[in-house]
């Protein structure tokens, strides 16, 4: 198996190594704490910075404000924030997570409401997996969620483990729908 940049793939990487290279005076600390004044502002900037230069969002489509390429781009956009030591995106949940799920099974409101704030940094989302007897284990979340006529959702449950709520505009939650199915096909993602 040859692990090597095919020459496309080494120009993708030579562009991204540069603008890094040109613009990394302009990035905030790689590690610092959300709780020092204007750390997540800066993160916010600086992640804008990297969609506006083409580095988050890689393998969204190009009409969703990505690249439209592939995992091995994203791989090597990694590798290159890693080298030039600057931090990556703030909202690796949003970005990495939810934007995709969107993309595939949102509605057109869904995705032009949040995937312009999300992959800009202007919103930022949490994770709302983990819960009380369960952890990570999501055939175990008992948190439930209930529609009514009005097709709006009652949830009903408490979540222990939120990455990002200290500076999230939303949240992701997953919560199980129907009881009478097996644990693993009846949840749904809010």
């Given at each position: ?49 990297l969609a ?12 969703f404000g ?125």
């Amino acid at each position: 198996m040859d692990l090597n940049d095919t020459p496309e793939q080494a120009e993708y990487r030579a562009r991204s190594r540069a603008w890094l290279e040109q613009n990394r005076h302009e990035a905030p600390p790689r590690s610092g704490s959300y709780e020092d004044e204007g750390y997540t502002d800066a993160r916010r900037a600086w992640q804008r910075r990297l969609a506006q230069a083409g580095l988050a969002g890689v393998t969204w489509p190009q009409e969703f404000g990505g690249q439209g390429l592939g995992p091995i781009e994203q791989v090597t956009v990694n590798q290159e924030i890693s080298r030039a030591e600057v931090p990556g995106i703030l909202d690796v949940i949003g970005i990495g997570m939810l934007g995709p799920c969107l993309i595939a099974h949102g509605s057109e409101e869904q995705k032009s409401r949040h995937l312009g704030p999300m992959l800009y940094g202007d919103e930022v989302w949490c994770q709302l997996f983990s819960e009380p007897g369960a952890g990570s284990d999501l055939a175990a979340v008992q948190t439930h969620a209930r529609q009514g006529d009005d097709r709006s959702w009652t949830l009903n449950g408490q979540k222990v483990w939120t990455t990002n709520a200290q500076f999230a505009s939303f949240g992701l939650l997953l919560a199980r729908t129907d009881a009478d199915v097996p644990k693993h096909k009846g949840m749904t993602m809010f």
